[in-house]
């Protein structure tokens, strides 16, 4: 016995399957913010490999040069905005290891 929504995603993937029609691309500014997504996932990933918090700085730093576009704080806002479960953002008191270096950061 199927359940509903597993019949139902069954017969989509069958459907798309024939659809002779090809995806339609994404508009230029979606495309580019997947292309910023994708950077801050690989970002992010390295941060955890190497047992880093992930702060905006960093983030910023890396997306920036992995996609050779500005990446900021609206990127990000964006990034939640259009898929709201992949992170979860949290404000926190960054300190340096240098003396009056250290700032608060929210990201």
Same mark, same amino acid.
């Given at each position: ?5 597993a019949?139902?995603?069954?017969a ?6 024939? +659809? ?24 992010? +990933?390295?941060? %955890?490999?190497? !047992? ?14 992995? +996609?050779? %576009?500005?990446? !900021? %704080? ?22 340096? !290891?240098?003396?009056? !270096?250290? +700032?608060?950061?929210?990201?």
């Open positions: 016995v199927e359940r509903p929504a019949a139902a995603a069954a989509a993937a069958t459907t798309a399957a024939r +659809s002779p029609l090809p995806p339609l691309p994404l508009p230029p500014h979606y495309a580019l913010l997947e292309r910023k997504f994708n950077a801050l996932e690989e970002a992010m +990933s390295f941060q %955890r490999i190497r !047992s880093q918090t992930c702060t905006l700085a960093r983030a910023v730093a890396a997306v920036a040069q992995a +996609s050779r %576009r500005a990446f !900021s %704080r609206d990127d990000l806002a964006r990034i939640v905005f259009v898929f709201p479960e992949a992170y979860e953002l949290k404000c926190a008191v960054v300190h340096d !290891s240098m003396p009056g !270096s250290g +700032s608060g950061t929210c990201g």
